[in-house]
């Protein structure tokens, strides 16, 4: 079934998707001599500074909540969202990063998604469990619910492949994309629940903030992992099915120009 199709190229070029992606991982911090102690370093400076500046910001105070969980509340949002913009920011121009790749034609290109997209998932990953481990220095416990965040990482991964594979034909027609994604990434940053909740907003506007897939996402992260409490399963299945259809038409999208791609890039 084509349903399944992107599924089974990925498994059949597995072997090498995970030869680059290992690659890819090595050559990060290359050169530099704390190599992945900089990719622990880097979320934990980021979460102690919002703890130390929300420590002493009235909000905090006025929301009757402990600053731990508020600046937890904001890293967990970040974590999502800056994986997403990484790979928004990346997309367009990763066919051209890879032109030596692309024109090979035993290389399958739409292999690029997966590849950009699992370093993306590894170091987002890394950002995760310096966050669980925040939670239970400054909570003393991880709520049971944590156990689902699976469930809501894989159909947020799905969505960001064809959004990758989306972005990655486009740009190799034409490197406005990646301008654009310059420009509207950092907007859609305001319209996104990061430092803020949807409880926190007027009612009469969260139903257009919810229309931002991804601030659901976040929404729905947070409830599991920081609050202790499932998430709406209407909104949960609403999540699933955009995901999928936005994998499937990014895959559809991708495949249709893949031929021509080589002589453009």
Avoid at 156 to 177: C, H, N, R, Y
Avoid at 236 to 260: E, L, Q
Wanted: hydrophobic share 60%; glycine share 4%; proline share 5%.
């Amino acid at each position: 079934m084509y349903l399944t199709v992107p599924f089974e190229r990925a498994w059949h070029h597995r072997e090498l998707i995970r030869a680059v992606v290992r690659r890819e991982l090595k050559s990060r911090f290359r050169g530099s001599l704390l190599g992945w102690v900089w990719a622990i370093a880097a979320p934990l400076v980021m979460l102690l500074a919002y703890t130390f500046v929300f420590s002493i910001a009235l909000p905090v105070q006025a929301q009757n909540i402990s600053i731990s969980e508020y600046a937890g509340n904001i890293f967990c949002g970040l974590i999502v969202f800056n994986l997403f913009s990484e790979l928004a920011y990346r997309a367009p121009m990763l066919l051209h990063e890879h032109s030596s790749f692309v024109k090979k034609s035993i290389f399958p290109s739409e292999a690029i998604a997966w590849i950009a997209s699992i370093r993306a998932f590894v170091y987002a990953g890394i950002s995760f469990v310096v966050l669980l481990v925040f939670r239970i220095v400054t909570a003393h416990w991880l709520p049971v619910t944590i156990l689902l965040t699976p469930l809501v990482i894989l159909p947020f991964a799905l969505m960001m492949l064809g959004i990758v594979w989306f972005l990655m034909g486009l740009g190799a027609f034409t490197k406005d994309v990646a301008h654009l994604m310059i420009s509207i990434v950092p907007i859609m940053m305001f319209a996104t629940p990061i430092f803020y909740t949807f409880d926190q907003i007027p009612p009469h506007i969260v139903p257009w903030l919810k229309l931002n897939i991804v601030g659901d996402y976040i929404d729905m992260l947070r409830a599991l992992v920081i609050h202790g409490q499932l998430p709406s399963v209407a909104m949960y299945v609403v999540c699933v099915i955009v995901s999928y259809a936005v994998f499937m038409s990014g895959y559809g999208f991708f495949m249709r120009y893949k031929s021509v791609i080589v002589d453009v890039i």
